[in-house]
């Protein structure tokens, strides 16, 4: 099946067909030649997500093992369930692959720092596509240039409302753990997952630097019948001194876009979805690759594949400040609160049923204002979480604290 003959482009084999996969056919059709690069072969256990790939010529396998073996590739970008994120990159990288490797990069502090071990010669570029965003450029160069003065606050947050058909689409959505793996699947984690390493990326002391937490509190909570949390809320302080704060949800029917807020000495700008705003009049740096978020993350990826070495991709190591926060939320939280019936209500789209919380979106608007925790408002529902100094963790067990308080 295989031809070994060496071919001028780059050869790619796609891990996880369906989903966000689907994108990255797509990211690689819009760059066309530019990305000297083609998906030669894909692999999912679910025959029929690589039948449409076939009309492309991508060769299909039923597993990552199947299409390694049967392929001479030179990269792999993996697109499939979290919780398998940690084994698949391993093994690529054991067979000398580079990996573009989806966010969140993995669940655990430990399975990142053996990663990233693993990695010492930079083959994995995490797919933290907004960071090299037009928006997100721009709020690192105003930062840089010391427009707002010396940087008092990272803020940011989002709802993103999901419906069941969202958490029954694949076995490991809203799930802690799954068959014995780490999935730790929520919108801080997943879906919103963007916001906090964006907040890392602009907190960072640098051009291409990000920060790291230290002392953090959080909460976690769940609206829907899930066993992982849908709604969380973090604050704490950045290596370089600066308080952040993050809050999301899926438990709600109102949308909030993704928000950044940069507070300093001499004022702030924030982002909401793509518009930024600033208390000063800001000459905008106009610093744009031109291409769409994900296509533009791919090609720099591929660039230094081919030895640019001075285009930034996110490696493995600067996810660490979001692994910090994440794994220490859990830990700050304790547990995961459920959201008792009566502060909650159902709404439908579609027909697809939602848990809605009456009032988190105000709560999300209020911390990214102010920086409380839910719980600091009043909230009936709210739980606070104890103070956790996430730069000391090396370790987390998320089966050991679900065991000690089981999804009830
Ligand atoms: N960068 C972004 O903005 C963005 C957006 C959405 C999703 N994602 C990420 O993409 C990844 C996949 O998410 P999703 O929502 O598409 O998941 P999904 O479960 O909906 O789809 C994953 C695909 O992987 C396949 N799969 C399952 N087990 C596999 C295995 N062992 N080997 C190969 N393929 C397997 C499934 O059949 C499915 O086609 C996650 O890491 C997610 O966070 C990133």
């Known amino acids: 099946m295989q031809n070994a003959k060496p071919m001028s482009f780059l050869r790619l084999g796609l891990v996880g067909a ?30 029929e997500k690589l039948l449409q790939l076939e009309e492309k010529g991508i060769r299909g396998y039923a597993s990552m093992e199947q299409m390694l073996d049967g392929e001479k590739l030179d990269a792999v970008i993996v697109a499939a369930p979290i919780p398998r994120h940690f084994s698949m990159t391993k093994l690529a990288l054991h067979r000398g692959l580079h990996v573009y490797l989806e966010k969140p990069p993995v669940p655990l502090i430990q399975q990142l720092d053996e990663l990233i071990a693993l990695d010492g010669e930079e083959r994995v570029c995490v797919g933290f596509q907004l960071v090299h965003s037009k928006p997100v450029q721009q709020l690192k160069q105003i930062i840089a240039k010391g427009k707002l003065g010396k940087l008092v606050s990272i803020r940011g947050g989002g709802s993103a409302p999901r419906q069941r058909a969202y ?16 999935v730790f699947d929520g919108p801080m984690t997943n879906a919103l997952a963007h916001v906090l390493q964006n907040i890392m990326y602009l907190g960072g002391a640098g051009e291409n630097a990000y920060a790291s937490p230290r002392e953090i509190r959080a909460e976690l909570y769940r609206g829907a019948e899930i066993e992982s949390y849908d709604s969380s809320c973090v604050k704490g302080f950045l290596d370089s001194g600066i308080s952040f704060f993050f809050a999301a949800t899926h438990a709600s029917k109102e949308i909030i876009p993704h928000t950044l807020e940069i507070r300093g000495t001499r004022g702030w700008a924030r982002l909401e979805g793509e518009t930024i705003s600033s208390s000063l009049p800001l000459d905008l740096p106009a610093k744009d690759s031109g291409e769409l978020p994900l296509p533009g993350n791919v090609l720099n990826f591929l660039r230094n594949l081919q030895g640019e070495t001075d285009i930034p991709c996110v490696r493995l190591a600067d996810t660490r400040g979001f ?26 789209v579609n027909d697809d049923p939602g848990v809605n919380v009456p009032g988190i979106v105000s709560l999300i608007h209020r911390g990214i204002e102010s920086g409380m925790l839910f719980s600091e408002t009043g909230t009936p529902w709210a739980v606070p979480g104890d103070t956790c100094d996430a730069s000391t963790l090396y370790s987390l067990n998320l089966e050991e604290t679900l065991n000690a308080a089981p999804f009830a």
């Open 167 to 182: 958490y029954t689409r694949a076995t490991w959505a809203g799930r802690v753990t799954l068959h014995g793996e780490p």
């Open 323 to 348: 692994t910090l926060t994440t794994n220490g939320a859990w830990v700050s939280s304790g547990k995961i609160h459920s959201i008792a019936p009566k502060y909650k209500n159902s709404y439908t």
């Open 18 to 47: 369906g989903g966000y996969g689907k994108r990255h056919i797509a990211a690689l059709d819009a760059l066309g030649g530019r990305s000297n690069a083609r998906i030669v072969a894909a692999a999912d256990p679910f025959s």
